[in-house]
């Protein structure tokens, strides 16, 4: 069965610098993509970076970049340069191509941006 | 136009009530979805609707009757809740593009609260 699993439930980073949130998955899908999302206080999902299963390279979208181990199963998302806008919840999330349009997302990791 | 509009923002309705939220999306996408999500959880999948058919029903009870009337609208209907099927109810849609990448758009989402 397909699972995600984001072992952070909370995290602490000291603005303006780096961040690590870790994802890892499970599944037996050969085709499958990756996405993380930032769900702030007012409710709303915000996508931020897309990896897909046979990209060679990693994502990266401006200060966001997916760390991409395929070997190991694990998607980390790597925030550089953390602004205090940064504090939200961020959760990993899966879609499965055998099931088209099922996409499902781990447990979430919070972060707090400190001044 | 890269946005997902929910109406209400917020519902407030008792057990015997019947209310329907509303889901617009008119960027062509041609799944729609319906997740729900409880306060400091993921968001769990509710429903799939792939070119106005339901595709996936992720044996939600029938007390939640989903209703896609064109390519742009989809709506959740609201008979005989319980108070524990308050939660944000998240419409989302997608579309792969040429690379094959499929993100969610999200709305902004109902707070819905069953007394």
């Known amino acids: 069965a397909q699972k995600i699993t984001q072992t952070q439930p909370g995290m602490f980073v000291q603005e303006k610098e780096a961040v690590t949130l870790d994802c890892t998955y499970d599944?037996?899908?050969?085709?499958?993509?990756l996405f993380w999302y930032k769900q702030p206080s007012s409710g709303e999902m915000i996508f931020l970076i897309y990896q897909g299963s046979y990209d060679q390279q990693n994502a990266t979208e401006g200060r966001y970049s997916l760390n991409f181990q395929k070997a190991r199963k694990s998607a980390n998302l790597v925030i550089s340069a953390s602004q205090l806008g940064d504090s939200a919840m961020y959760f990993c999330?899966?879609?499965?191509?055998?099931?088209?349009?099922?996409?499902?997302f781990g447990p979430g990791t919070s972060l707090s941006v400190i001044p | 136009d890269t946005e997902v509009t929910q109406t209400p923002k917020h519902l407030v309705m008792g057990m015997t009530n019947k209310k329907s939220l509303k889901c617009e999306q008119h960027m062509g996408h041609r799944a729609m979805y319906w997740y729900k999500q409880k306060a400091k959880k993921p968001p769990e999948l509710m429903f799939v609707y792939s070119y106005e058919k339901l595709s996936i029903n992720e044996s939600v009870p029938s007390r939640f009757s989903p209703e896609c009337p064109n390519s742009s609208l989809l709506n959740l209907h609201l008979h005989a809740l319980q108070p524990e099927d308050s939660a944000l109810y998240l419409c989302a849609s997608s579309q792969a593009n040429p690379s094959g990448e499929e993100k969610l758009f999200f709305g902004s989402g109902t707070q819905l609260s069953v007394l």
């Open positions: 999330a899966m879609r499965f191509r055998t099931s088209y349009d099922k996409v499902i």
């Open positions: 599944t037996s899908d050969p085709s499958y993509g």
